[in-house]
């Protein structure tokens, strides 16, 4: 199974691009995770008969939301953790296949000041437990605007980010807490060095410069360790501030 995760900033924008209906229309991926589609409704332009669209905004316009479509119908569908301090801003949809679980996650960011970081951790805590749940049955595989550059080798400029958003000692704990209960950063069991980013800044025009962020993923709970096939980073593909994630898994 070929799985794609992609912060797409913005829906409507994505599609003028064209990019993001190319890659669906390619049919290389069985299943697409998309974050940050800041829309009341999803576009028809997905309506296709072998794929299934799911849809999950947040109650505040044109702000988070998340979407997964997946050529491989699900056994079922679940928006949100049932808890509405969370769930109103349509952060998270879990389709539920057969052998596995695909949570799609768009985590918040713990923005300037830290002004969002107990909530942040509160939704990191949250995660966990939801995560850990669902585990009891059966393997999951999360993927995901985190939100959060793990180690030094997932930011380009390590000591000037300290304490900032995205590279808090809190939150950094927090993935290193997931990966020690039983989960795999997909990523770095492929790719072991550094350079490699997920978002860039548009307002420093950083993506030139490769000037970014390791924040988005795919984890996997460790019983799929020996399933894993290939994970990389689509850094060459345009269309929003951050660059797809891509997973192969045999499952």
């Known amino acids: 199974m070929k799985l794609l995760s992609w912060n797409i900033n913005g829906i409507k924008s994505a599609l003028k691009k064209g990019i993001l209906l190319e890659m669906v229309e390619s049919g290389k991926y069985d299943v697409v995770l998309l974050q940050e589609t800041k829309a009341k409704e999803f576009p028809d332009a997905f309506d296709y008969s072998e794929y299934n669209s799911y849809f999950f905004k947040a109650n505040k316009p044109a702000y988070s939301g998340t979407a997964i479509i997946t050529r491989i119908k699900p056994l079922s569908v679940t928006y949100g953790f049932g808890d509405p301090e969370f769930d109103n801003e349509g952060r998270v949809i879990t389709a539920e296949f057969d052998k596995y679980y695909v949570v799609n996650s768009y985590f918040p960011n713990s923005r300037r000041e830290l002004t969002r970081l107990d909530y942040k951790l509160a939704f990191n805590k949250k995660m966990l437990e939801y995560l850990e749940d669902l585990r009891k049955s059966k393997p999951v595989i999360i993927g995901g605007d985190f939100n959060v550059a793990h180690t030094e080798i997932d930011i380009a400029r ?94």
Request: proline letters at 3%; charged letters at 30%; aromatic letters at 14%.
């Open 158 to 251: 390590p000591k000037e980010n300290v304490m900032n958003p995205g590279f808090t000692e809190q939150e950094r704990a927090w993935m290193t807490k997931i990966l020690q209960k039983g989960y795999i950063d997909t990523y770095r069991e492929f790719i072991k060095d550094s350079g490699h980013y997920s978002w860039w800044s548009l307002i420093t025009f950083a993506r030139k410069r490769n000037i970014g962020w390791r924040i988005d993923y795919f984890i996997t709970s460790d019983e799929l360790k020996n399933s894993l096939r290939g994970a990389d980073i689509l850094e060459n593909v345009y269309g929003s501030d951050h660059a797809p994630v891509y997973l192969e898994v045999d499952v």
